[in-house]
């Protein structure tokens, strides 16, 4: 039988990386963040709904610009919905048909950044949130070609407080304390799953 972990956290937290500790032993992983880059790409599948909601954010080719696509949502909850409305229903095609192709593993990973805010976690059989002090955090995210403090306020402004998250996960890792003891955790909860 096959265990469908749901990894996520908030900005900053170190979600990327803890994805990456997972594929690196072997898990299928499922990177809702690139499946977005690629909806967003020339001929991504995205383009055309979007262009009906910022136009300015699609290109001739039908890529969308993420920095002119963030810059025509953030602030405006209603075109921040259509988008999601656009974008969510695509990125759980995607995980649907990585679950198909992964069918036969032990454990697979679904990296979502906004699991709980999607309503994602009801696919999931536990759920892994990474976490860390918020000194960490700022200090990460700042650190971040494009990213300003503005940007970084309306992102978390957006996503579920990460006191919030912890309380309802699985499981929790605190990234903060570095690559060595979060990679040790992972073997513990792998050693735990497949057990």
Not at 43 to 48: E, K
Not at 96 to 110: Q, T
């Amino acid at each position: 039988m096959q265990t469908v972990l749901g990894l996520t956290g908030s900005i900053g937290m170190g979600k990327s990386a803890t994805a990456a500790m997972f594929a690196k032993r072997g898990v299928p992983v499922h990177d809702s963040d690139a499946a977005v880059h690629a909806l967003y790409g020339p001929g991504g599948g995205a383009g055309p709904a979007i262009a009906a909601i910022a136009p300015d954010a699609v290109g001739v080719d039908g890529a969308v610009d993420r920095k002119a696509l963030r810059a025509a949502v953030l602030g405006d909850p209603a075109r921040m919905a259509a988008l999601e409305a656009i974008v969510h229903p695509l990125v759980q095609a995607e995980s649907r048909a990585f679950l198909a192709r992964h069918a036969d593993a032990p454990l697979v990973v679904l990296d979502i950044p906004l699991l709980y805010e999607s309503g994602a976690e009801r696919r999931c059989d536990a759920v892994l949130v990474v976490t860390a002090d918020p000194e960490v955090q700022r200090a990460r995210v700042l650190a971040r070609p494009d990213m300003t403090e503005a940007v970084f306020s309306a992102i978390l402004a957006k996503q579920m407080p990460d006191a919030e998250k912890r309380a309802r996960a699985d499981i929790v890792i605190d990234t903060g304390h570095g690559f060595d003891r979060t990679e040790r955790e992972v073997d513990a909860i792998l050693e735990r799953l497949r057990g």
